[in-house]
């Protein structure tokens, strides 16, 4: 290597023997294959997307396959000064080797061809074994057909403990199983509303293959989530699981403090150490801190430049849609997150997805924190924990969701309010009453839950008014509860307080009379007292009035300025 010159970042690679043979910049994480040895017979590993999944179940694969010698790959490394594994480990096992990283189908027809052809490339690379007196004339018809894309499924649901067992008379030696992202197609099949239909054929195809199969030496599975109440892992004998919330492996995928100091520094980076933490840090793995490593191999990339690169790597239609269908108290939630708070809720580590629902709210936020979205920062009690964005770039990942939902509507929240600060209250009421409407259709608000659509507009505002305001919601304010408080970040600009109400028959003449009722409420109770605290002088007060999606809105500038 000429002097001075950086080895290559192994961006978009993530084959390891790829990345060590090609002296590419590698964060060493071999003693990940110790801790496996180490731990149980079936080893599920639940990770965010991106963070090394898929490297360390290749760097297994070279490490234990038999067919190949592979110590070159691993001299340099940590594992390689452990003799005993070295000897007794590396390449002296059988090993299946499957990634379902790509199974993304729109029906169920699609994803069961990908996964014949998944399951086909395997028994075509270990073909081998017909030509032997390995295996009987009909399990060599079943071999072909297999190899071949027979029409009948049911063929391929076996297909990994036969496998096994015909590698295990081979080889006389038991297989070490390898599965990267084992839910990315389960996880798909729910989006695209075939998960029941296949939902079977999986957990016969893995559970075949995990469960009292004589020729497993070892499983190591890799995804997003744990699956449950499918049968995949019920009854596999010696199931360990590592999630964010286990110590187990919780070094060994992201990139530890240290290990992004020697990164930046290798590259002769300068950096605001402050900086690359608010935006890349804040995840806690088994009470570990860590960094994304995508994220700061981009940023290295791309000479130090702070922007979001993990959040733009890949749909996020399922979140999208939780967000957007979210009932009052996940709207409530997300408020809160997005204010820089905390918020509870119990986590379900065997995750549901036919339970999946914003009605079962505790699956939503499971999605979240495994998703890599939020992350845990306090276990209050047996799996209540509290919840935080962790970090700048995913804090951006939410506001640009719900500017992306805004802008579906062409809803442009700033440019209302625009008009309410100019005293223009005809065009003030004529935009909102749009906005409602585009609102309402699009948070899945029934005409019966004016709190639904009420949390859906504060979030828009939250992240249409940022740069302008600050938006509080149902805060301590004067003597009473302020449903929302605009406090200007130039004080020279006019504040805003407005008070919801919905039209009482027994209380209420029409729409108007509950909306002067709104304003009545906002001065008795000195609403405004907050704004005011912060050297804002003037502070508009608006009265709304709800009834189903029927709406009046009253002000203290009537009759200023018309238009």
């Known amino acids: 290597m000429e002097k001075n010159k950086k080895k290559r970042l192994p961006i978009g690679i993530s084959d390891f023997k790829t990345v060590i043979e090609k002296d590419m910049y590698y964060v060493d994480k071999s003693m ?44 340099n490394l940590k594992i390689y000064k452990d003799k005993e594994i070295i000897e007794e480990y590396m390449n002296k096992y059988p090993v299946i080797y499957l990634t379902f990283k790509d199974m993304k189908a729109l029906d169920i027809q699609a994803m069961m061809n990908k996964m014949k052809m998944e399951l086909s490339s395997l028994y075509i690379e270990h073909d081998y074994l017909l030509n032997d007196k390995i295996l009987k004339d009909v399990e060599k018809n079943v071999y072909n057909k297999i190899m071949n894309l027979d029409e009948n499924n ?28 084992y839910d990315t197609a389960i996880q798909q099949s729910y989006l695209n509303g075939y998960y029941k239909e296949f939902i079977m054929f999986m957990s016969n195809l893995l559970g075949s293959g995990l469960k009292d199969n004589k020729y497993l030496e070892k499983g190591v599975l890799t995804g997003i989530t744990r699956v449950s109440k499918e049968s995949i892992f019920t009854g596999v004998n010696n199931l360990k699981v590592s999630t964010i919330l286990d110590e187990l492996f919780n070094d060994k995928f992201g990139m530890l403090k240290e290990e992004m100091e020697d990164i930046l520094k290798y590259y002769n980076l300068e950096y605001e150490e402050k900086d690359v933490m608010t935006w890349y840090d804040g995840y806690n793995f088994g009470r570990v801190g860590i960094y994304n490593p995508f994220s700061i191999i981009n940023l290295v990339d791309n000479k130090g430049k702070i922007k979001p690169y993990w959040v733009n790597t890949s749909g996020n239609k399922l979140i999208k849609d939780l967000i957007r269908k979210g009932n009052v108290s996940i709207k409530k939630k997300i408020e809160l997150l997005l204010s820089g708070e905390t918020i509870e809720s119990s986590i379900e580590e065997a995750m549901i997805y036919n339970d999946l629902s914003t009605e079962n709210e505790s699956y939503v936020w499971t999605l979240f924190l495994f998703s890599g979205y939020l992350k845990w920062v306090e276990k209050v009690e047996e799996s209540i924990y509290k919840l935080k964005i962790p970090n700048k770039e995913t804090e951006g990942f939410y506001r640009k969701i719900l500017r992306n939902i805004l802008d579906d509507k062409n809803i442009d929240i700033e440019n209302i309010l625009e008009k309410l600060i100019l005293g223009k209250i005809k065009g003030f009421k004529k935009d909102f009453k749009k906005l409602v409407m585009g609102t309402l259709s699009y948070f899945d608000v029934k005409g019966d839950e004016p709190e639904r659509f009420y949390h859906g507009l504060i979030l828009g505002m939250i992240v249409s008014l940022n740069k302008k305001y600050v938006v509080k919601s149902n805060r301590e304010s004067g003597l009473g509860r302020a449903d929302l408080l605009l406090i200007p970040r130039d004080k020279k600009d006019k504040g805003i307080v407005i008070e919801f109400k919905k039209y009482d028959e027994d209380v209420d003449k029409d729409l108007v009379d509950s909306a002067k009722r709104g304003i009545k409420q906002i001065e008795f109770k000195k609403y405004e007292e907050e704004i005011k605290s912060y050297g804002v002088e003037e502070v508009i007060k608006v009265g709304i009035a709800f009834e189903g999606k029927e709406l009046e809105i009253v002000s203290n500038l009537e009759n200023i300025i018309d238009n």
């Not at 080889?171 to 390898?178: A, E, F, S």
């Open 32 to 75: 990940f294959i110790k801790d496996v040895i180490d731990s149980g017979q079936v080893i599920l590993i639940t990770r965010p997307r991106r963070f090394g999944k898929t490297l360390n179940q290749s760097m297994m694969k070279y490490f234990f396959n038999i067919q190949e010698e592979n110590s070159e790959l691993f001299k």
């Open 154 to 181: 049911q063929l391929y649901e076996s297909s990994i403990k036969k496998l096994s067992e015909y590698m295990y008379r081979y080889y006389r030696k038991k297989v070490i199983l390898i599965i990267d992202e």
